[in-house]
DNA sequence: CTCCAGGGAGCCT
DNA sequence: AGGCTCCATGGA
């Protein structure tokens, strides 16, 4: 096991690592001892949390001055992308322009990064993320991987990667219904083919104009403009997506009405012109800060 | 019991 | 293009 250290003084911003692993932006990180979010969130300041990226199982910290990392591979690197590590967090928040909603949010989770997620795990995990709560979404992906992920010997315990688009292609409809996936189960299979077949990659996808790339990631199944952004933003850094859910719906409704076009590119347009150049951010703000109750 | 959760597909006009 | 309706599951 390699392990090592970043100092959060080489970093552009501040960094907080639980708001970035639990606000609901990735569903490919847990808490190896245990303790759940949600249930023990003030509880995760150092908590340490573990992925699995290309085989190699990593863990992050954050203590006073630091991230700690350890992992199968020297990581460093890899943490540097996977928390959003290398955005200016100073340039992106000067350049937000939001309303008094908006700059309550970037105040109370101050640190809060933009993930990048794997792109298949990031796509399974926000088709499976359609009309169900957050808590649920994170005990669907652990099922997903204990039952289809390959095993990783680490550290005297057995760890399981996120599915290979194989392993998920090969599952039936009624294996994942099983595991309570609900109607999201032939979603998930027939999108796993797709990527498993080459049929429609990352690749095809990644490097696309903004609106471009959402359209052709609507192709999946399951996959529609909302989940669509989640990718975008989530895994392959387009910071200007703005996933339309029902948070950013109501915080429209309530603080940018004259936004709401009525449908969701026209809409999506007139937000991020809103909000600035990374509106993505600002969004993954917002939701956070609503989720947990903030506007009360 | 009803309502709803980080929506999307299928079908209709 | 825009407007239904249905879709599983579980917690409030």
Redesign the pocket.
């Given at each position: 096991m390699e392990r090592g250290a970043i100092p959060t003084d080489e970093i552009a911003g501040a960094v907080d690592v639980q708001a970035t692993l639990e606000?609901?932006?990735t569903y490919l990180w847990w808490r190896p001892d245990g303790t759940t979010y949600e249930t023990d969130g003030a509880s995760g300041g150092d908590a340490w949390y573990r992925t699995v990226v290309d085989g190699d199982v990593v863990e992050v910290r954050q203590t006073d001055a630091e991230i700690e990392w350890r992992s199968t591979t020297d990581a460093d690197p890899l943490v540097r992308d996977l928390l959003g590590l290398r955005d200016d967090l100073y340039e992106i928040r000067a350049a937000a322009t939001g309303d008094d909603l908006a700059t309550a949010a970037w105040d109370a989770y101050d640190g809060l990064r933009i993930v990048r997620d794997p792109f298949f795990g990031c796509l399974i995990s926000f088709?499976c993320?359609?009309?169900?709560?957050?808590?649920?979404?994170f005990a669907m992906q652990e099922s997903l991987r204990e039952h289809y992920g390959e095993p990783i010997e680490y550290d005297g315990e057995t760890v399981h990667a996120f599915p290979e688009p194989a392993a998920l292609a090969a599952a039936t409809e009624d294996d994942l219904?099983d595991l309570?996936?609900?109607?999201r189960?032939p979603?998930v299979q027939r999108t796993a083919e797709m990527v498993a077949s080459g049929e429609l990659t990352e690749r095809d996808i990644d490097g696309r104009a903004y609106e471009l790339a959402r359209e052709e990631l609507?192709e999946?199944?399951?996959?529609?403009?909302?989940?669509?952004d989640?990718v975008l933003l989530?895994s392959l850094g387009y910071l200007e997506a703005v996933?339309l859910?029902?948070?950013?719906r109501s915080a429209i409704e309530d603080h940018y009405p004259d936004c709401d076009r009525?449908?969701y590119?026209d809409t999506s347009r007139a937000i991020r012109a809103r909000l600035g150049p990374y509106a993505g951010y600002t969004?993954?703000y917002l939701?956070h800060y609503l989720?947990s109750g903030g506007d009360e």
């Open positions: 606000s609901g932006q088709i993320s359609a009309q169900m709560r957050v808590e649920r979404i219904r309570k996936l609900g109607y189960a979603y609507t999946f199944v399951g996959v529609g403009d909302k989940v669509a989640c989530f996933p859910d029902t948070w950013i009525g449908n590119a969004q993954t939701f989720r």
